[in-house]
């Protein structure tokens, strides 16, 4: 079921909605998602198939994120910008050695890794930071544009010109991923800042949805006139209508500018 809310920032109300699913294929969800509407806080992680306990090593990144977040507005209280963006950053590089620790413990002859994707919101501006396949995707006037950008080798053959974009779509080793969070002893996050206008729609996704979904899919069903936990719901039902072969989760919020009213 998706987890929705709505909060009012001055003239500006975010309303956003996360959804999970366990797919038609796969006996477990290891993905894992939280979304703070009050404050803007949108995490998403998606632990690595074919290694032992993704589902531990996303839950580990997602939540440890969220404390470092909590513990940064705790210490930054009364201050007008907390460093968001640099809590988000700083926090995927310290779990990454606590999950390649856990993953020795559990399992020698393994690891455990994840994905994250994780955006702080406020009116105006969005900061975001990702690792691996995990997509932010910003849609603005009908055009659906990816701000983060996959963590693959696939992608690193389409940025050398030695693959097209419809080719990798389907590429056997698309999942391949070149960074991700326990996976190596160090892991270096991208991170980036862009401006929010109103009516602005963003999207946070496992590879769960996108290797179902074409993007054109992708940008009607959130340009949708309709609440942001429909619009989860619905992109989660086109996941699985497609075939459900992986877990799939959805975070999607926007803001809107709320109409002034003059008392005179």
């Known amino acids: 079921m998706p987890e929705d809310g709505k909060t009012q920032r001055g003239t500006w109300m975010l309303e956003c909605a996360a959804c999970t699913d366990i797919g038609l294929v796969r006996s477990r969800n290891e993905d894992a998602l939280c979304v703070d509407a009050e404050r803007g806080w949108l995490l998403l992680a998606d632990g690595m198939g074919g290694h032992s ?3 531990l090593a996303s839950a580990l990144v997602v ?17 007008r910008r907390p460093d968001y963006a640099g809590t988000l950053a700083t926090s995927v590089v310290d779990i990454n050695a606590v999950i390649r620790s856990a993953g020795r413990l559990s399992d020698a002859a393994n690891s455990m890794g994840s994905t994250f994707v994780g955006a702080v919101l406020s009116p105006g501006e969005l900061s975001y930071v990702y690792v691996g396949d995990s997509r932010l995707y910003l849609l603005r006037d009908g055009t659906l544009t990816q701000l983060s950008r996959d963590h693959t080798l696939v992608q690193e053959f389409v940025d050398a010109g030695q693959l097209t974009v419809e080719m990798a779509q389907n590429h056997p080793y698309r999942g391949l991923l070149t960074r991700g969070v326990g996976v190596h002893d160090e892991v270096e996050p991208d991170t980036g800042i862009c401006a929010l206008l109103s009516g602005d ?13 074409d993007e054109h899919e992708i940008a009607r069903l959130l340009g949708m006139p309709a609440r942001a936990d429909e619009v989860a719901g619905s992109l989660i039902d086109a996941a699985n209508s497609a075939g459900g072969r992986d877990n799939v989760s959805v975070i999607v919020a926007w803001f809107d500018e709320l109409a002034q009213h003059d008392d005179d």
């Open 53 to 55: 306990s993704g589902d």
């Open 63 to 79: 939540n440890y994120v969220l404390d470092q977040l909590l513990d940064t507005a705790e210490k930054k209280r009364g201050s």
């Open 201 to 213: 729609r963003l999207l946070l996704c496992t590879d769960g949805l996108t290797d179902m979904v």
